[in-house]
Structures are given as C-alpha cells and as structure tokens.
C-alpha cells in the first residue's frame, strides 16, 4: 500500500467517513435503480451496505429491509456533483480537459442534479450559501488537477456498474466504480475518488475493502486482477494505492461469505443488533434506534425476503 500526500491549504471538509459515506449512499440508491433486471427477492449486496452491516445490524436493517428515506446533505450532493464533473470531464477532447473546463460544467451538473433530487435545492435557501458550496466544489476539482492530468488519460470505463453471484443462487455482488483504466500492456487500474479527506493512517481497511472487492468483481467476471487500486481524495490531496494479489481475492471472497452469513442469521432471527458508536450521533436514524429508545418501525409482511431473498424464521 502506498499514500502519496500533497501539501496545500484545503477547504474545511468533513472527515472522510461522513463525508464519503454520504457519497456512497448516494452511489448505492444509483446502484439499486440499474439492476432493472434483478428479481425483487434476489439478494445483492455493495460494498457500502456490507460495511453498514459491519458497523451496525440496525443501520442495514434500516436502509435494506425498511427503505428509510435519509435528508439531503451537502456533504453528499457536493461528492455527486464533483463526480459528475469528473465524469463528463472525459467526454472532451483531451486537449481540453483543463480546470476552467471543468469549472464550466458545474452550472449544468448542479442543474441536472437538483431536477433529479429537487429536495437538495432547500439546502440553500440563501443564494450566499450556495455560491460558498459551489466554490468548495471547485476547490476539490482544483485539487483533483494537481493529483492528475486528465489530458494524459483516456480511460476504458466509467461509472461502471459491475456485478456478478457469489455462488449460483446467492448474493449478487455488485458496486459501481468511478473509472477503469488499462495501460497498452493491459494492466488494469480502478480509480475511485474521494471527496473527504484520506483516513488516519491504520483507518484505511474500509476504503480498501471496497476497492478490493470491486478487484474481486472484476476478477471474476473478467479472468483479469486488477494491477492497481487508487483512491483520489480530494478533500487533502492524497493518493492512495494498493497492488492487490490472488490470495487478497480468496480473503476477500472468505469476509465476503461471512459479513453475508451473518445478514442471513439476522434475517431468520429477526435481530438486528444495534452496535453503538461515536458514528450514531450522525446517524439519519438515531431517534428510531432501539439503542437510543427509539422504537423501530414494523418491517413489513415480505419484506425481508423481497429485499434480500431469506425467509424469516416462523
């Protein structure tokens, strides 16, 4: 594993965890929209939601089994404007991708993202408050030029939703990676972005497991390993990168196996746990949780086995 640091003056972010984890929410809802063909009850499962399962059972439940719906965040509609930018970046002539271009496609980015989630606009009832936000857009897309030049890239894929089954008949793994490149001697490269700032060193294991399990994806359903994982955070100017290896896959595809045993023996048993962390006080559902006195709300007849393909224990 390799961190690369750039030293600048960066713009007051949230740390990465909130602020990327509101991304990845956002990533996943766009995840569940592309699998049109999946069958209600057929299990999936990303990245994100098996880290929410990690870090607490009623976090899964609530975003899985019940469909809660969470408020808008800056955080979050800033990390989807920003990859939008990213994304559409690409679409010019080489030539062009300078930073006053990608500034240029804010306006139209910002407009395609409030029809899609008009609820984001109440964010900023004052047009000051928006004029600040769009400016710290623009500052990640600043930092985002002095990791790379885009003029240098042409990239294979982006936004690209993979997927494929664990076994026949279990859990779709599936994800949707910010971009793949593939160098002339076919090495593959997964670059993700990140718009927080990179973890403190030791924190890392939740970024590279998402990376790592896309590695596994992409393995599986292409015969290719991945040469490099790289994740961009924007929020500090850092680079983070990992070479993984075919026996990093046999462990991934072993945690993988075992963070979906557990959602399945939840399921039967109907106990989804709450697991109380310094993260619960930025928790959309906290006034629900068990664990703060909250009261759950009833899940549904069906619902579980729609959602995930396991029937509850009678």
């Not at 047009?127 to 890239?153: H, V």
């Not at 991934?252 to 109380?276: F, K, Q, Y």
């Amino acid at each position: 594993m390799t961190v690369q640091h750039l030293d600048q003056d960066t713009p007051d972010l949230p740390s990465a965890t909130l602020a990327d984890d509101a991304v990845e929410e956002a990533v996943e809802v766009a995840v569940e929209a592309a699998a049109t063909e999946r069958p209600p009850s057929r299990p999936g499962l990303s990245p994100s939601r098996a880290n929410d399962f990690l870090q607490c059972p009623q976090l899964f439940r609530f975003r899985v089994i019940d469909r809660l719906p969470e408020p808008p965040s800056s955080a979050a509609a800033r990390g989807t404007l920003v990859h939008a930018v990213l994304e559409h970046l690409f679409d010019l002539p080489a030539a062009e991708r300078t930073l006053a271009a990608a500034h240029a496609l804010l306006p139209d980015q910002w407009a395609t993202l409030l029809e899609r989630s008009p609820a984001i606009g109440e964010l900023f009832a004052d047009p000051a408050d928006l004029a600040e936000w769009l400016t710290s857009a623009e500052a990640l897309l600043g930092t985002y030029f002095t990791l790379e030049d885009p003029t240098r890239i042409e990239p294979r894929e982006r936004e690209l939703l993979v997927s494929t089954e664990l076994d026949e008949g279990g859990p779709q793994l599936r994800g949707i990676i910010d971009r793949v490149d593939v160098a002339p001697n076919g090495w593959v490269r997964v670059v993700d972005y990140k718009t927080g700032r990179s973890p403190r060193a030791g924190y890392e294991s939740s970024a590279l497991f998402q990376m790592r399990f896309y590695a596994y994806v992409i393995w599986r359903t292409r015969g290719v390993l991945p040469k490099r994982l790289q994740l961009e955070y924007l929020g500090d100017g850092v680079i983070l990168t990992h070479e993984p290896t075919e026996a990093e896959m046999a462990t991934v595809e072993a945690r993988v196996r075992s963070i979906w045993g557990g959602i399945e023996d939840a399921a039967r048993s109907g106990d989804w746990r709450p697991r109380t962390s310094k993260l619960c006080d930025w928790c959309s559902f906290k006034a629900l949780c068990p664990a703060f006195g909250g009261t759950p709300p009833e899940i549904p007849e069906g619902a579980i086995e729609r959602s995930i393909g396991v029937v509850p224990a009678a």
